[in-house]
């Protein structure tokens, strides 16, 4: 794995900081070189010219010349040339390295470019002359003395000043070999950090492919690599939770299928073989058909809920009255009260109570939880149905006195296939379980709220929110909001 991160991101990434680096320490001890250089060079310059006026102030206050000469070159270590208009050359020196070295000869370019650019009105000039054995730096100018004009050039020895350029040179190559070392070191370091965590979302990302979930990735401190895989156990969370529930729900759905469809079978055998005489076959084949309708509601319910999950049941929201929209569910149930003899209790804070949501998906949520308020009340009790508004919110509570929900399972009702009561035979009481699913479904897609409270033996309290759209007029489309 490591020889084949040279060839990716981390290679790179350590290529390019690695070469900048070591291009910015180059450059910098060039630069520092050259500056250190140019500086001692500036300093003999200036010692040079120094030297030079010198030479006119003692020979102004009355020394002779050749005197003054001798005495600034042994001071100085300094070669002190004299040339006369008739070409002739005196030296001045203390040291007999200078005595072989002369720029005065009329047959060398140098010293005929010195004679050429040297100025009449006395001003300084320098050059580089090489001696046989060291670098000589020189100061040129003309040189009033009596009415001749001469040509006086002073040199000096400046191979320390390259000595020292090349050590402090060589020592630049060397801090900067180590500074290059280090550089790369860290960038080493910082890379490797910056990339181990994709290396490692790479792997765990081949184990979710191999259906292995239980992979996380190791969260080290709060940069942006660490935000990142915290996003990405948190999306490994909800994929095994995924994971989990379609697990669950093709194993559900193939209970709620298999166990009616298995029933139906062996009761159709049954009056097939001679085994339930014939005139017990209306009585099976309303079990039957009791088994088909609840099949038939539970793919139904299946469906809504795979379009309100998937996104393709596309909200209409509109502003219309909640009271008048219970007032007419309600009527869809008398059949059913009156038949169980049951009263619906309507409590509405005020006459009208305007809301801004989806009316036909809100219908839904209040016709799954009215019926199955009546479905787990008793014979003669009380459904109840009330709303009030707040200054943002409207809630709307669907309350029965019925058996009511142990505390374990509120947490779970909202589950697909969740039941409280878990018999699977033909039942009054039992549904697909799929339909508090479908309620908060649609709640949420609103972007509101349903909770639940429940007593065992007592009933059942929900109580869902939607968004107030204040007091308005009725809207007059289609007299969606007139009561018959």
């Given at each position: ?15 390019t ?7 910015v ?15 001692n060079?500036q ?13 006119d ?6 020394e002779?010349?050749?005197q ?5 070159a ?8 004299r ?6 050359v ?9 005595k ?7 047959t060398?370019?140098?010293y ?17 002359f ?5 670098p000589?730096?020189s100061?040129y100018?003309?040189?009033?003395h009596g009415?001749?004009s001469?040509?006086l050039l002073?040199?000096?020895d ?12 060589l020592?630049t ?8 070392l280090?550089?790369?070191?860290l960038?080493?370091y910082n ?8 290396v ?5 990302v081949?184990?979710y ?6 992979q ?7 940069d ?5 895989g915290?996003s990405?156990?948190e999306?490994?969370e ?16 193939s ?6 469809l298995?029933?139906m ?13 014939q ?9 039957v ?8 509601a539970?793919?139904n319910?299946l ?6 999950e ?21 009527i ?7 038949e ?7 409590r509405f ?21 009215i ?6 009340s008793?014979?003669g009790?009380?459904v ?16 029965d006195?019925?058996v ?17 009561e ?7 009481t039992?549904?697909s ?27 059942t309290?929900f ?10 007029k ?11």
């Amino acid at each position: 794995m490591r020889r084949l991160r040279f060839k990716t991101i981390f290679s790179r990434i350590l290529f390019t900081q690695s070469l900048a680096a070591l291009a910015v320490i180059l450059l910098m001890g060039g630069v520092l070189t050259l500056v250190v250089r140019t500086q001692n060079v500036q300093d003999v310059r200036s010692l040079l010219y120094n030297r030079s006026q010198a030479i006119d102030s003692l020979i102004q206050q009355g020394e002779e010349p050749d005197q003054v000469f001798q005495k600034i070159a042994a001071d100085g270590d300094f070669l002190i040339e004299r040339i006369d208009s008739h070409g002739s050359v005196r030296s001045y020196y203390s040291d007999e390295r200078w005595k072989s070295f002369s720029v005065a000869d009329p047959t060398d370019t140098a010293y005929n470019t010195v004679i050429a650019t040297a100025s009449p009105v006395g001003d300084t000039m320098s050059r580089y002359f090489r001696h046989p054995e060291f670098p000589v730096l020189s100061l040129y100018r003309t040189w009033k003395h009596g009415s001749e004009s001469q040509i006086l050039l002073v040199h000096t020895d400046i191979s320390s000043i390259n000595r020292h350029s090349a050590e402090l040179l060589l020592w630049t190559l060397l801090l900067s070999l180590l500074a290059f070392l280090g550089s790369v070191l860290l960038s080493y370091y910082n890379t490797h950090r910056l990339i181990d965590p994709f290396v490692e979302i790479n792997h765990i990302v081949q184990c979710y492919s191999r259906g292995d979930f239980s992979q996380r990735i190791s969260i080290k401190g709060k940069d942006e690599a660490a935000q990142l895989g915290r996003s990405f156990n948190e999306m490994a969370e909800q994929i095994k939770d995924l994971d989990n529930t379609r697990r669950s729900f093709v194993a559900n759905v193939s209970h709620e299928l298999r166990s009616p469809l298995t029933s139906m079978k062996g009761f159709l055998e049954a009056m097939q073989d001679g085994t339930i005489p014939q005139e017990q076959f209306p009585e099976y084949i309303g079990i039957v058909l009791a088994e088909t309708r609840r099949m038939t509601a539970m793919v139904n319910d299946l469906l809504d809920l795979s379009r309100i999950e998937s996104g393709m049941i596309e909200l209409h929201f509109e502003t219309f009255d909640i009271n008048e929209l219970i007032r007419r569910t309600l009527i869809t149930f008398e059949a059913r009260l009156s038949e169980r003899n049951m009263e619906m209790e309507v409590r509405f804070a005020q006459e009208q109570c305007y809301v801004y949501a989806d009316s036909t998906q809100i219908s839904q949520v209040l016709r799954n939880l009215i019926d199955n308020a009546i479905k787990y009340s008793g014979i003669g009790q009380t459904v109840s149905v009330s709303t009030y508004s707040m200054r943002r919110e409207v809630y709307v509570t669907v309350k029965d006195n019925g058996v009511g929900i142990p505390q374990e399972d509120i947490p779970h009702i909202f589950d697909r296939f969740y039941k409280v009561e878990k018999a699977h035979t033909p039942s009054p009481t039992v549904g697909s379980g799929l339909g508090l699913s479908i309620v908060k479904r649609i709640i949420e897609q609103h972007g509101q709220t349903i909770t639940v409270r429940s007593t065992r033996g007592r009933g059942t309290q929900f109580t869902f929110t939607l968004q107030h759209a204040g007091m308005m007029k009725r809207m007059t489309d289609g007299g969606k909001h007139d009561v018959t």
